[in-house]
């Protein structure tokens, strides 16, 4: 690596320079002439003038900075990107779903629909829920379906009382914000020192007023919850319901399905789990299962089968349904990828991607701790994922998770999450996912080792990395404060 | 290690409060607390008149790596938020005890501040958790 920044495009910017084999045919004057004049910009557009080779430079330079899962082991895993094979994209992208309009009538959309249908059938196979919508464009759009679907079956019944959502606290943060989107009441219960929740807690928890509790399994602490069987069993005897954030579904896949752990309703990331980049605050989607007692308040559309032909099913064949989340159902691109990676893995092939994300995570924790890491669950089997905490180092080396993180970068390895869960101090989240080989894992393990003794021997270096990064330690604080970044000419007076 | 001044009293969640002398209780987040936090970059404190219970989310402060509510170690009303800290969170980074106060309150009780962590026992806690 080792460049330097690359200058914003408007730096490159000469006037009357310009791409014009780029420029679209036509008449500019004859298309202007046919706007209202009141319609019509005073002022020109500040728009970069660069010719068609500054602008390919500048886009090719910039991806180069990247530090990508193209060109490097990226263990934020799934949380943020897992690799996604390149066919599932190309698949999506053949020219019959891309020029389908969202308006054609069902009988000119049939393939499409068959593989929405097919989808929906999957997914139910591989959650174990009764029915799917592919609806919600997010996690935590799916989540706010989810937990509005448990307030709708409530309601069903006339039981309006129970408007409280437990939330343990290794939950992701965006349960609470969900259960509270929802017009609920946030109960937080405590997990135990193994990562368990603790049964007394939810017990007392639990009560007439319990809408229903959101758990993550494997939970964000990177190991499996044991008592679950116990946990629905508390949460369904006082009449609540039981929500899944599909999250860490990675670990699981093809393994434990929540349908059978219990679970009522649950959302995946198809665009964690399923093929689709994600991280960069791009489309995704959260589709929902759901088990049979909250399969009329799924969101409409979705896809129905009748004999040989798809249709949609709207509000007339749902009429308890909590509504429509999107316009037309979803992000049908996202949505492609997911039919077209679950095709090409089969059954077969989804168990083994739980099986090595789980195996890899487990290599990678082992190795670490004999290499003298402390793990924070050290009696726990890792999930896909596992936390190392620099509890110790921060304490005796005063060297913190930053700082590894950040000399992780200059050994040619993305840092893996950090200071993330929050339960945990000086904490790394780590996992590899399932396409890593071992050699990746073992080149990992041996900067790690070596970082580790870098922090023994020379406590500065770490403090100063990267070294080797276009830039070295950027200013979080004013990230986070300065929200306007909108390039402006340095002497324009705007 | 850090500072844990001996004229306050804690709670577990890391928060101090301290007895001025007409009689209110200025409350803030330890020294550990903000260590921990790293750099804040938002404060939100509650609106005068607030009643808050023991023990109930009174405050959130965000920092680079977090947000975390601040829990009311005693019950009373809100008579005063830190206005300094909306444009300049980093007093609590800076001077946690003292400039870097969150919110002053009308304690229901006096003798609720007894039933707060004493300095000792909360260093105490502080130890145990570094174990």
Not at chain 1, 57 to 78: E, K, V
Not at chain 1, 82 to 93: E, G, L, S, V, W
Not at chain 1, 203 to 218: C, D, E, F, S
Not at chain 2, 69 to 85: F, K, M, R, S
């Amino acid at each position: 690596m080792n460049q330097t920044l690359e200058k914003s495009i408007f730096e490159y910017s000469q006037p009357g320079r310009g791409a014009f084999a780029q420029h679209p045919p036509g008449d500019d004057a004859a298309a202007l002439e046919a706007l209202p004049p009141a319609l019509r910009r005073r002022t020109p557009p500040r728009l970069p003038e660069v010719s068609e080779l500054d602008a390919v430079r500048h886009f090719t330079r910039l991806s180069q900075l990247n530090f990508s899962i193209d060109t490097n082991f990226y263990p934020l895993g799934s949380c943020t990107m897992k690799y996604n094979p390149k066919a599932c994209n190309q698949y999506a992208m053949l020219p019959e779903f891309l020029a389908r309009h969202p308006l054609a009538p069902d009988t000119q959309g049939q393939g499409f629909l068959a593989c929405m249908f097919e989808l929906q059938e999957m997914l139910k196979d591989v959650t174990g829920m009764k029915a799917v919508s592919l609806n919600p464009m997010a996690g935590a759009h799916g989540e706010f379906a989810g937990v509005a679907m448990i307030r709708a079956y409530h309601r069903a019944r006339g039981d309006l009382a129970r408007n409280e959502i437990i939330v343990p606290e290794a939950a992701h943060g965006t349960n609470p914000a969900t259960a509270t989107m929802c017009g609920c009441v946030v109960k937080e219960i405590p997990v135990d020192a193994q990562g368990d929740v603790d049964l007394e807690a939810l017990a007392k928890a639990v009560g007439p007023n319990t809408a229903g509790i959101m758990l993550t399994n494997p939970s964000t602490l990177g190991v499996f919850e044991r008592k679950i069987e116990a946990v629905a069993k508390l949460v369904h005897g006082a009449g609540g319901l039981l929500y899944y954030d599909g999250a860490n579904l990675n670990a699981i896949l093809g393994k434990v399905r929540p349908g059978d752990m219990g679970f009522d309703v649950i959302h995946m990331n198809l665009h964690k789990t399923f093929s689709t980049p994600h991280g960069g605050g791009g489309p995704g989607a959260g589709a929902v299962g759901v088990s049979a007692r909250l399969e009329p308040f799924l969101p409409v559309p979705v896809v129905g089968r009748e004999g040989a032909a798809y249709r949609w099913l709207s509000e007339a064949e749902r009429p308890q349904s909590i509504g429509r989340l999107s316009a037309f159902m979803g992000n049908a691109g996202v949505l492609l990828r997911a039919y077209v990676y679950m095709r090409m893995l089969g059954h077969e092939g989804m168990s083994r991607v739980g099986e090595f994300a789980t195996l890899n995570a487990n290599y990678l924790m082992v190795r670490l701790k004999e290499a003298g890491f402390d793990l924070a669950y050290p009696t726990r089997r890792a999930s896909h994922e596992f936390i190392i905490t620099l509890k110790r180092q921060a304490r005796e080396l005063n060297v913190t998770a930053m700082d590894v993180a950040k000399r992780l970068l200059d050994y040619g390895f993305h840092a893996p999450t950090t200071y993330f869960p929050l339960l945990v101090p000086e904490c790394l989240l780590i996992e590899p996912t399932e396409t890593e080989s071992r050699e990746t894992l073992d080149a990992f393990i041996e900067a790690m080792v070596a970082i580790l003794g870098e922090a023994q021997t020379d406590a500065a270096r770490l403090k100063g990395a990267p070294y080797t990064m276009p830039v070295r330690r950027l200013d979080d604080v004013r990230a986070a404060k300065q929200l306007e970044l909108t390039w402006k000419p340095v002497n324009s007076a705007v | 290690m850090s500072q844990v001044p001996a004229e306050l009293k804690y709670a577990k969640s890391h928060e101090w409060a301290r007895l001025l002398p007409d009689g209110r209780v200025e409350i803030g987040i330890t020294d550990h607390a903000q260590q921990a936090l790293g750099d804040l970059v938002f404060v939100e404190v509650p609106e005068t008149g607030r009643v808050l219970e023991a023990g109930a989310a009174c405050a959130v402060v965000e920092s680079v790596k977090a947000a975390s509510d601040v829990y009311a170690p005693i019950a009373g009303t809100v008579v005063e938020g830190n206005a300094e800290l909306a444009a300049t969170p980093e007093l609590i980074n800076q001077d946690c005890y003292g400039r870097g106060w969150l919110i002053r309150v009308q304690p229901d009780s006096h003798a609720a501040l007894d039933a707060l962590l004493t300095p000792e026992a909360y260093a105490a806690v502080l130890a145990s958790a570094e174990a």
